[in-house]
């Protein structure tokens, strides 16, 4: 019975000791999945293949699926917004007697009843985002669409010492937006997932602990 506690404790701190050192996942899959390659065209005796052809005199571009296509990341985006609001309302009201039929008139020199009231509101709020991301990556063409479109995704794995970084990138390109040297802007790609994450000792003390996000989900009351 002792030496199946001290085995199993073993076991825990060694899994512990696994989880302080992350490493680079070398064989984790891609964001997307590979797509098998169409089957290729009858041989027509043709010198002329519209499946593989590839112009001699031009750069090399993606446009088949496997070919790689390198990504500028200038990702930034600037919101505000501001409002202002106020109300002031006031109001007041005088009344007295001066005289009544059979009584003396200075019996009134006193008589009088005024009131007023004012209400005032002042509101002002403002909210402010900005993100400013810049990089690049390769990517792999994953899938060909009817239309030419291709559907790409790469992902980056940085390990250094104790933490690892990693970016993943998938979108959608129109092969007229790749520039020149096989190169494309991230702001003309469509349906751009993005993210970059961070594993290691830097990453978990970032994060908030379970024990206080469950007092967060209902404090402050």
Same mark, same amino acid.
């Given at each position: 019975?002792?030496? %199946? $506690? =001290?085995? @199993?404790?073993?076991?825990?701190?060694?899994?512990?000791?696994?989880? =302080?050192?992350? %490493?680079?996942?070398? *064989?984790?899959?891609?964001?997307?999945?590979?797509?098998?390659?169409?089957?290729?065209?009858?041989?027509?005796?043709?010198?002329?293949?519209?499946?593989?052809?590839?112009? =001699?005199?031009?750069? &090399? %571009?993606?446009?088949?699926?496997? *070919?790689? $296509?390198?990504?500028?990341?200038?990702?930034?985006?600037?919101?505000? #917004?501001?409002? /202002?609001?106020?109300?002031?309302?006031?109001?007041?009201? @005088?009344?007295?007697? @001066?005289?009544?039929?059979?009584?003396?008139? !200075?019996?009134?020199?006193?008589?009088?009843?005024?009131?007023?009231?004012? !209400? @005032?509101?002042?509101?002002?709020?403002?909210?402010?985002?900005?993100?400013?991301? /810049?990089?690049?990556?390769?990517?792999?063409? %994953?899938?060909?669409?009817?239309?030419?479109? =291709?559907?790409?995704?790469?992902?980056?794995?940085?390990?250094?010492?104790?933490?690892?970084?990693?970016?993943?990138?998938?979108?959608?390109?129109?092969? &007229?937006?790749?520039?020149?040297? !096989?190169?494309?802007?991230?702001?003309?790609?469509?349906?751009?997932?993005?993210? &970059?994450?961070?594993?290691?000792?830097?990453?978990?003390? #970032?994060?908030?602990?379970?024990?206080?996000?469950?007092?967060?989900?209902?404090?402050?009351?």
């Amino acid at each position: 019975m002792l030496n %199946r $506690l =001290l085995m @199993t404790l073993a076991a825990l701190l060694l899994g512990g000791c696994a989880s =302080l050192y992350p %490493r680079v996942e070398v *064989d984790d899959p891609p964001p997307v999945p590979m797509t098998a390659p169409a089957p290729p065209p009858p041989a027509d005796g043709s010198l002329f293949q519209a499946a593989s052809y590839r112009p =001699l005199f031009e750069d &090399h %571009r993606a446009r088949l699926v496997g *070919d790689t $296509l390198t990504v500028q990341i200038v990702e930034k985006v600037s919101a505000s #917004q501001s409002s /202002t609001s106020s109300i002031d309302k006031s109001g007041s009201v @005088t009344a007295g007697i @001066t005289a009544l039929p059979g009584i003396a008139p !200075n019996s009134f020199a006193r008589a009088g009843v005024g009131g007023s009231s004012s !209400n @005032t509101f002042a509101g002002k709020g403002a909210t402010t985002n900005e993100n400013d991301f /810049t990089g690049t990556i390769t990517v792999v063409v %994953r899938q060909v669409l009817p239309n030419g479109n =291709l559907v790409i995704a790469g992902e980056k794995q940085i390990g250094v010492n104790a933490n690892v970084d990693v970016l993943r990138f998938s979108g959608l390109v129109d092969p &007229h937006s790749i520039q020149p040297g !096989n190169i494309v802007a991230s702001a003309q790609i469509a349906n751009v997932r993005l993210e &970059h994450r961070g594993r290691g000792a830097q990453a978990d003390a #970032q994060a908030v602990g379970w024990l206080a996000r469950v007092f967060f989900s209902f404090l402050p009351i």
